[in-house]
């Protein structure tokens, strides 16, 4: 999303992000995650990240994605913050990528911004992973969905690694809303989502599962919730405890986050909003 856009909202996400922190376990308890991430910059310059995810096969990378206005492709950026490469996506469009996810050996692309509130139709492209070698996608296949109840602006899904379902967190509903794409997805006509719960905040712009499904992080502009998932406990049944709000250092525009592959912390990465550098963050686990 547009930083002229999104700009308009902060106010009122700054509030509701303190009304969640309010609900949220107190800091003062162990901590998870190091306060004080690790920062590398960005090079070159990528001006709209709206989604990251931490490359299977590439070791050492994250894919990268931009949002509406943009090509439909990804970036492979190492962990240094180095960019190696674009890669093309044919044959589909960047109406509003808000958030993607690896999940087993498939990336998943949401196109799941509205900032106006005015799409029937929103889309979700997978494809296996590609090795650093490929410079074109050629075979995404799409997930065309719609809501039970009229139009939503998203910016945050998770994928279920065991059953592939998909959750898709609303942005500016008063409560986000996360509503269901059952496995097995169809892909030669649209998919209806159902409406399967909330959380008691707004604002998501981006959410992350764990490689081993045991945790969650949603993302606002202002925080991060962490959910942890026990044994036999599905998604939407551990969004419904109460998370513990961990550090964040606070972003120009952040939008992006994911756990790195080996679960021994996670990424964070903003748009460049008003700023000319943008930096990789890294929480390494205590």
Known sequence: MKFVLS????????????????????????????????????????????GIADSKINDGFLWVQEDSGNPPELFLTGHDGKVLKKVFIKDVVNRDW?????????????????NNLVHQQYFIYYFPEPSSSIDTIKN????????????????????????????????RDNAANIYKIPYPYKTGSVNTTSLVGSLPYTGVVSAAISPDGKEILVKTYFGINYYKRSAGQSIIQALQTTPKRIPYTIEPQGEAICFNKNNTGFYTLSEKAMSNTVSLYFYPRK
Do not use: R, W
């Open 98 to 114: 808000e958030d993607m996810a690896i999940s087993g050996n498939e990336i998943f692309v949401a196109d799941i911004g509205d």
């Open 140 to 171: 995404a296949a799409t997930i065309a969905f719609q809501y039970p109840d009229g139009a939503h602006d998203a910016e945050a899904f998770l994928v279920d690694g065991d059953t592939k379902d998909i959750y898709i967190i609303s942005k």
């Open 7 to 50: 700009s308009i909202l902060l106010l009122c996400f700054f509030i509701s992000g303190i009304a969640c922190h309010k609900k949220t376990s107190d800091l003062s308890e162990k901590p998870i995650f190091d306060s004080q991430p690790i920062s590398k910059p960005v090079i070159p310059l990528i001006n709209e990240t709206s």
